[in-house]
């Protein structure tokens, strides 16, 4: 139960957050949000820093620095260029691809044994979201090289997140690690990446005086709900729930992103509403 309620948790911090992100995507570049949102996300999480023994596992640690720097600064980088290009309904969508992969390469990788119930959730999400994705629900038609670079970014955000979630797994069930430890070690791992791949950024963002008071409260609002609660919650659930069973719950986020629709001008018609509702009864047959 655990697992399920930190599922539930992260999936509504993640679809409120992103809403925000893609309006702070506006003003400011992708990779300036994601190196905000880690930066700032890391000094919340500073004193956990404290409880970490960084020399007593050294393998675990590197770890969960290499699945930060995959997730956290590649995949969200993706993620919030896909959200600025083809919105937050649709990005978050894409996420509901995460279970059938993930509950592939849990197989593949980790060995981890799902009955055939699970296999048959994933397969109704993913059925599902492809084709959520193919509703036309846009008012404004963006050209179809501007949908086809969305897309790949979203699909791109999806891999590097499940190849990361697995090295966190393999660390949370096979040491001493908390998920809140893990977490901060991810986000530290990622913030320190992201400064030196894009310092020019960094410093432009710091420079950066056209985001009013309201914006950084927005985005403040953003990186605790969608970063450190958000990957926090993800962390408890990969910590009690194998991959796949995971990634299932998390896939909810197009029913919860389907009450802010309307605020971002994305029209949703019945097949939209029928096809998220059939992704939710994909998650409630992996539960049953």
Request: glycine content about 6%; proline content about 2%; overall charge positive.
């Amino acid at each position: 139960m655990i697992g399920f309620f930190a599922a539930i948790s992260a999936v509504l911090s993640w679809t409120f957050a992103c809403s925000i992100w893609r309006k702070a995507s506006e003003k400011l570049l992708p990779r300036q949000i994601n190196i905000y949102k880690n930066l700032l996300a890391s000094i919340f999480f500073l004193p956990v820093v404290l409880t970490i023994s960084w020399f007593s596992d050294v393998f675990s640690i590197f770890v969960l620095m290499v699945s930060g720097i995959v997730g956290i600064s590649i995949g969200d980088t993706l993620y919030i260029n896909s959200l600025k290009i083809i919105g937050t309904r649709k990005t978050l969508s894409f996420e509901a691809l995460t279970p059938i992969i993930a509950t592939t390469l849990g197989r593949l990788s980790i060995n981890e044994i799902y009955p055939q119930k699970i296999w048959l959730g994933s397969l109704i999400v993913s059925f599902s979201v492809l084709m959520i994705v193919r509703q036309n629900t846009f008012q404004k038609e963006d050209s179809r090289e501007i949908n086809i670079l969305g897309i790949l970014c979203a699909l791109g955000s999806v891999f590097c997140a499940v190849f990361a979630a697995l090295m966190s797994r393999l660390i949370l069930i096979s040491s001493s690690l908390t998920p809140l430890q893990t977490t901060e070690i991810r986000l530290l791992s990622a913030s320190i990446f992201l400064v030196l791949i894009f310092k020019k950024d960094f410093l432009d963002l710091l420079k950066n005086r056209s985001i009013t008071k309201k914006n950084h409260s927005s985005l403040v609002l953003s990186t605790l709900l969608g970063t450190n609660c958000g990957i926090l919650f993800q962390q408890i659930v990969f910590k009690f729930l194998p991959i796949g069973i995971g990634w299932t719950l998390l896939s909810l986020s197009p029913v919860c992103a389907l009450f802010i629709s309307k605020r971002e001008g994305d029209e949703i018609n019945k097949l939209t509403i029928f096809y998220s509702f059939l992704s939710f009864f994909g998650v409630a047959i992996t539960l049953i």
